[in-house]
């Protein structure tokens, strides 16, 4: 691992390089760095919903169908038949639920790689604030830094992403799913 870490060393390092000032060169490289992580992250989960939007499609289609009868045997055919077709709705949404999680978790691969890279880069070395933050004292260290930029940026290109995304995409139909 720290021959790979060590092979992306010379990318990594261009954004601490850029400004003189250490302290400032460090928050700034971060949030290069962080930049990077959500990019590579983002495209990471397109291409992974690319890959399995068929299911994906499948387990929600079978949840509002099950929904659907639910809600009718319990207006009409009476409890047992309710339990029966929501126990079958919820392994549909388990499904669905299992996948996205892996999808997100597909996504956030670059992270680890970065916290490794900086740490074998800077070790424990941070920016000194002139005040005590709680629980962090007042040199917070590498992940608070990258945290502290990772997840505005996740959450704006995410947005950013997903407009871009349902521009492109054409509406899905019966006609362009096919079913395992």
């Given at each position: 691992?720290?021959?790979?870490?060590?092979?992306?060393?010379?990318?990594?390092?261009?954004?601490?390089?850029?400004?003189?000032?250490?302290?400032?060169?460090?928050?700034?490289?971060?949030?290069?760095?962080?930049?990077?992580?959500?990019?590579?992250?983002?495209?990471?989960?397109?291409?992974?919903?690319?890959?399995?939007?068929?299911?994906?499609?499948?387990?929600?289609?079978?949840?509002?169908?099950?929904?659907?009868?639910?809600?009718?045997?319990?207006?009409?055919?009476?409890?047992?038949?309710?339990?029966?077709?929501?126990?079958?709705?919820?392994e549909a949404f388990g499904y669905h639920f299992s996948l996205s999680g892996a999808l997100f978790v597909a996504s956030i691969w670059p992270v680890p790689i970065i916290f490794a890279w900086m740490h074998l880069r800077f070790g424990d070395l941070s920016p000194v604030l002139p005040f005590n933050l709680p629980l962090f004292g007042n040199q917070p260290g590498m992940v608070f830094w990258f945290i502290l930029y990772y997840i505005p940026l996740r959450m704006y290109f995410s947005r950013v992403w997903r407009k871009l995304q349902l521009r492109k995409r054409e509406p899905l139909s019966e006609s362009n799913i096919m079913y395992p």
């Open positions: 691992m720290e021959t790979f870490l060590l092979w992306l060393d010379p990318v990594f390092v261009l954004p601490f390089r850029v400004i003189p000032h250490p302290e400032v060169a460090y928050i700034f490289g971060t949030g290069c760095l962080a930049l990077i992580a959500v990019l590579l992250g983002l495209v990471t989960l397109s291409l992974a919903n690319r890959l399995h939007a068929k299911r994906l499609k499948k387990y929600q289609d079978q949840m509002q169908h099950y929904h659907k009868l639910s809600e009718q045997a319990l207006s009409s055919e009476g409890k047992e038949a309710f339990k029966a077709v929501n126990r079958q709705g919820h």
